[in-house]
C-alpha cells in the first residue's frame, strides 16, 4: 500500500502515518523527521537545511529530493510506504511522479487532512516532540500527554517544544504551505486515488483510507 498524506502543518499527518504503519506495516516516510535528524547530527544536508526550517520556510526541492531519489528501493519500503511532508510542492509532486513511474510503483491512495486553523494553532502550540533523533514520538499536552510530563514513554528522553513551534515560525509555516503546498490539492484532485477528509481523530481518517484502498483494489 502506498499514500500520500497531504495537508497543513498540524493536520495530525504525523499522527495518522504512524497508525497506518501500525495497521498496514507500511514505512513512514517523513522528510521533516528525516531533516530533524541530519540536523542533529550536524550533517552537510542538515547544515544546509537548518535555516530554512527554523524560520518555517520549505527546504530547497533540490535537497528534498535528494533524500527521495533512492529512498523507495530500500527494504523497508517492501510492503508500501506512506508519505508525510512530501511532496511539499508542485515541482516535488512532479519529480516523485517520475521516480515512482521509473519503479513502476503506484499510488494507492493521495489523502487531503483538512483542519481549521483554530485547530492548527491549537496543535501546533500543545505538540511536544521527543528530543532523542532515534525516536522523535509526538506528544500532544492535551490528548496525548507522556505518562510522566517532560519525559517520552518510549525511551525516557526529555520531550521538548520545536524551534520552528514558536508563534512567528507557526504562522510562517502556515503562510507557507498556502503559497507552496496547498497548490497541490488542485494537482491531484482529479486523480481517482484523491481523498479529502477532515482530520479530527485520527482513526476514522485511517479507516476511510483502508476502505478507499481496497475499494479500488477491487
Ligand atoms: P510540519 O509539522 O510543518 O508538517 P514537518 O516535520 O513535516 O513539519 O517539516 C518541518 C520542516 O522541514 C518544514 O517546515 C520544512 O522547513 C522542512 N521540510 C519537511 N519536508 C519538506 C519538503 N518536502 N520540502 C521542503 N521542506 C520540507
Ligand atoms: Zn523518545
Known amino acids: 500500500m502506498r499514500i500520500i498524506l497531504l495537508g497543513p502543518p498540524g493536520a495530525g499527518k504525523g499522527t495518522v502515518a504512524e497508525l497506518l504503519t501500525v495497521r498496514h506495516g507500511i514505512k513512514q516516510i ?7 535528524s ?5 550533517t552537510e544536508l542538515g547544515t544546509a537545511a537548518e535555516g ?3 524560520r518555517g520556510e520549505l527546504v ?5 529530493l535528494k533524500i527521495m531519489e533512492n529512498r523507495f528501493l530500500e527494504e523497508d519500503c517492501r510492503k508500501g510506504f506512506i508519505l508525510d511532508g512530501f511532496p511539499r510542492t ?3 509532486a512532479q519529480s516523485l511522479k517520475t521516480i515512482l513511474a521509473g519503479l513502476s510503483m503506484k499510488i ?12 492548527i494553532l491549537r496543535r501546533l502550540t500543545s505538540r511536544r516532540t521527543c528530543s532523542n533523533p532515534g525516536c522523535q514520538a509526538i506528544y500532544n499536552i492535551y490528548t496525548k500527554p507522556p505518562k510522566v510530563e517532560g519525559i517520552c514513554d518510549r525511551c525516557g528522553s526529555p520531550t521538548i517544544q520545536r524551534d520552528d513551534e514558536t508563534p512567528e515560525a507557526i504562522r510562517q509555516r502556515l503562510a507557507t504551505y498556502q503559497e507552496k503546498t496547498a497548490p497541490l490539492i488542485d494537482y491531484y484532485k482529479n486523480d481517482p486515488a484523491f481523498l479529502s477528509i477532515p482530520s479530527l481523530t485520527p482513526e ?9 484502498v481496497s475499494e479500488r483494489s477491487r
Do not use: C, F, H, W
Open 90 to 92: 508542485i515541482l516535488q
Open 60 to 64: 530547497p526541492d533540490s535537497l528534498i
Open 30 to 36: 517523513s522528510t521533516g523527521d528525516i531533516l530533524r
Open 204 to 212: 476514522p481518517v485511517a479507516d476511510e483510507i483502508a476502505r478507499l
Open 52 to 54: 530554512y526550517m527554523r
Open 38 to 42: 541530519e540536523v542533529k547530527n550536524g
Open 108 to 119: 494507492d491512495a493521495v489523502v487531503n487532512l483538512e483542519a481549521s486553523d483554530d485547530l
